[in-house]
């Protein structure tokens, strides 16, 4: 017997908790947006679950009316994976920023996106540690001056993508914290995606980074500095569509003018479904401004999906031995009684 669903808006998944975060920090665009997609998604609301680690982002679970924790620090993969394998039915989404998953979270991060656990990854990248008020992160650009890089960073930025991508990620995209329609379409894609979701947000921190993507959100400059991905299109770009990415004949991308005897087919098409993911990497590689960056799907491809193997390989022993029993397995091997 089926049981209808009760029709659910974006009110139904706020919290009544009072939103924390700065005045117009990026963070309010993008829990709007999750709040309109869960509605769409036809899952019972006591079936999602956000896990957290610390940072700004990571009070997300507190304005979300579902289930969830704020753990701790880089730890949200590894917590998320043991609510996906006790309760293969929930939703997961994990909430992070570019310092709790790139720093220490990375180890965790890597590990959780190679094994392809079916949940959904959402990196909330400002480039600043923005809740211990301003210190340079692993995404800060070299040069970047800071609370506690005074002279300017000298670290290479780490690149959210290239770490997914390296990792064998089945699903990778990046959006923009303002851009609401590019922003919904790719959370709902990777809600629906089976196995590790992983989302790039660039999200603006008005307060200690402010402008850091202006690049990439202002009308009117934005359509010269990224490039909208869509599968099976090619790669064009500009105020008027004019110019192009095609690749050259070093196997390098290069920016090149629509006419005078170059047209859309001798550009770069996208394919987000390549099992081979040197195209994806390509891509995540461009970044301003020597090329328009890339948003949208870099990567949907399937893989066996970890949480499925496990519980498989559960089932397959449980039938070759049995039950099992836990007071048998605590008194097996050796044993010593401690006496007075």
């Known amino acids: 017997m089926s049981v209808e669903l009760p029709v659910l808006t974006a009110k139904d998944y706020a919290s009544d908790q009072e939103i924390r975060w700065c005045p117009r920090c990026g963070d ?43 753990s701790i620090h880089g730890r949200a993969p590894a ?48 480039q600043i540690y923005g809740l211990t008020k301003g210190q340079y992160s692993p995404t800060s650009p070299v040069g ?10 000298i670290d290479n930025a ?21 851009d609401i329609k590019h922003l919904t379409m790719v959370l709902e894609r990777a809600a629906h995606h089976k196995g590790t979701s992983f989302v790039e947000v660039y999200q603006d921190c008005n307060v200690f980074n402010s402008g850091a993507f202006l690049y990439a959100s202002k009308k009117g400059e934005k359509e010269d500095n990224i490039i909208y991905l869509e599968h099976g299109k ?5 105020k008027n569509r004019d110019k192009g990415i095609r690749v050259n004949e ?23 479904k390549a099992a081979e993911p040197s195209l994806a ?17 870099f990567r949907d491809v399937e893989r066996p999906v970890y949480d499925e193997l496990v519980e498989r390989q559960m089932q397959d022993i449980v039938q070759e031995k049995g039950e099992g029993d836990l007071e048998a397995l605590f008194n097996s091997g050796d044993t010593w009684t401690v006496k007075e």
Not at 33 to 40: D, E, G, H, I, W
Not at 251 to 271: A, K, Q
Not at 282 to 297: D, H, K, S, T
Request: aromatic share 10%; glycine share 8%.
């Open 79 to 126: 917590i998320a994976t043991g609510v996906k394998l006790a309760n293969p039915d929930l939703q997961v989404w994990v909430i992070t920023g570019d310092g709790d998953a790139l720093s220490i979270g990375g180890n965790h991060l890597m590990h959780a996106i190679r094994r392809n656990i079916d949940f959904n990854i959402v990196l909330f990248n400002n």
């Open 281 to 297: 990497f390509l891509l995540a590689r461009m970044r301003y401004p020597e090329f328009p960056e890339p948003v949208g799907i």
């Open 158 to 178: 780490a690149s959210p993508l290239s770490v997914a991508i390296g990792s064998e990620a089945t699903f990778v995209a990046r959006s923009v914290d303002v």
């Open 234 to 238: 090619p790669l064009v770009f500009g």
């Open 250 to 272: 070093m196997s390098r991308p290069e920016i090149v003018e629509l006419g005078s005897g170059i047209s859309e087919d001798d550009l770069l098409f996208h394919d987000s």
């Open 144 to 153: 970047a001056r800071t609370k506690s890089s005074p002279y300017g960073s």
């Open 28 to 70: 309010y665009s993008i829990l709007a947006q999750m709040k309109k997609v869960l509605p769409t998604l036809g899952i019972p609301k006591e079936n999602f679950v956000f896990v957290s680690g610390i940072g700004c982002s990571s009070r997300f679970p507190y304005y979300m009316n579902t289930y969830g924790f704020h």
